[in-house]
């Protein structure tokens, strides 16, 4: 699990920053969403995966009695599924709008900011 | 509990926001809750300054979840500072705002979303455990997005694709950062992080943690090779908005590189030199691009990068001089860096026009306001005894200390380039003779507007400059401040007893 696992997040990764150096508008939205869950998959295999063992402490007991699920990563994962949602929801308003002023998708016709003026 | 005062500006501002919320429509009264609620949120970080300077440390443990289970905030001085710092510049901003900023773009929520900007800010200085800082640099990009697009002119839009895309990369790499970390440590704590940092066995991993962090803030941070968004968007929101990411943003960069840099990890040798090679670079790239700008804001925000390459410098360095050094010309560019944008947002409304090539003759047109202007952009350039000047004797000390006479050169050369680009905007837009520039349709320029709303320009202006001045003149006692804050970075037992509460 845990190979395959590092196999996926090393796959959203590079196919995240490829997209993300495409010349197309919406390309470089779609790099982000793959890079940020790429990066989420990442907190949750780091947070080593425990299986079938929840964070509950049984009845009749005080303390854990064997290894348990480390809930941490989850709630981090959480926050930042809800941050990235946030984000990505602002980028496509923003591309839109982007491609409207701009009336082009293409990044390297987008370099007004930048010249000389 | 005393502790919460740590926690009032940040609520404040929060506060603010909320009450500003319910006058979405009346854009009069947002300008007034914004300026009213600058002042008190600033009365409000000088007692925390207060508290921190002669009481030391405050924690506070979120829920009173014990450290290093719960969220932590700490103030130390340097967070206390920062707070004050960014407290200062809100007032300056939200003055300065609240006559600049026309309604059509202050309908669209201005005014809540600087104060939520300046919320994040004051947490991202606060906040004691890595992942929360992930969270607070997080609302800082969303408010300044909004604050960077409001408006919607073709030059925003597309400098915000820009701005927007490396701020979300840098953030989804400061978020891998934290995940190897976890992964090592299984800590989210700053202080429990050291502690549990030097006991993982294998070490190469941690250096790894330690890059890929560099990177993430690097990008945040504007440093070479990773600085392109900056110039390509800091020019083109309105001044105001351009002046509280010119002075703050970026300096959060620097502020979470020297936390890092200074808390979690040791330093080792390749750390250092991949430190200086940057500093180096930063300070040469933004110093070079400096000299051919146009544009005046554009201008300053090729300066922006050449001087966090000094910042970059002193961490290099790693020592306690060199960190005082640091922190110095941090408390001074946060200012001056502000003061420019706003000045030149201010020649704007004067003149018409943000190009040097058409500007001209603002001297004999306006001597008193010239020389206002004239303290930012010597203080910048650090004449003695204006505030640029002080914080570069200790890094060059440093500089010789430690025999980085590499660094100590360029530093000289950045503080050369920076003399050089400012005399020749002194004199293309303040002593050239020039034609009258024709005004964009519906442009308010500073003749047409009422005496009240010049004096909320020149106001701020001068509140910023006065602040400068006292940095400069009162140098001793930032100098005092500085050197506080470097030994408490040179010694983190001060931060971990505080936190952990281990004695």
Partial sequence: MEILLAFLIGILYASGIYMMLRRSLVKLIIGIILLGNGANLLIFLLGRITKDKPPIIPEHSKVFLDGFADPVPQALILTAIVISFGLQAFAIILIKRAYKVAKTDDLDQMNTTDEYA | MINSILLYPLLFHFFVAIVALFFWRDTRIQRVISVAGSIIALFLSILLFREVWYNGI?????????????????ADTLSATLVLLTNILGVAIAIYSSTSIISERAKFGYFPIFHLLLMGLTGAFITGDIFNLYVWFEVIIISSFVLLTIGGEKPQIEGAVKYFTLNILASVIFLTAIAVLYGLTGTLNMADLRLKIALVENQSLVDIAALIFFIGFGIKSAVFPLYFWLPAS?????????AIFGGLLTKVGVYAMIRVFTLLFERSEFLDNLLILVAVLTILSGALGALIQNNIQKLFSYLIICHIGFMIAGLAMNTTVAFTGTVFYMIHDIVVKANLFLVGGFIYRLKGSYSMRQLGGLYQSHPKLSLLLLIPLFSLVGIPPLSGFWPKISLITAGLTTENYLLIAFIIFGSFVTLLVIAKLWSEVFWKESEPISFKANFKSFHSMKKKEQFSLVFAIALLA??????????????NLSSRIATELTTPQLYLDAVLKTK
């Fill in chain 2, 466 to 479: 006065f602040v400068s001045l006292y940095i400069g003149f009162g140098a001793e006692h930032i100098q």
């Fill in chain 2, 234 to 242: 800091y020019h083109t929101p309105p001044a105001a908005v351009s």
């Fill in chain 2, 58 to 74: 405050i924690t506070m443990q979120s829920g009173n979840w014990k450290a290093p289970f719960g969220i932590t905030m700490v």
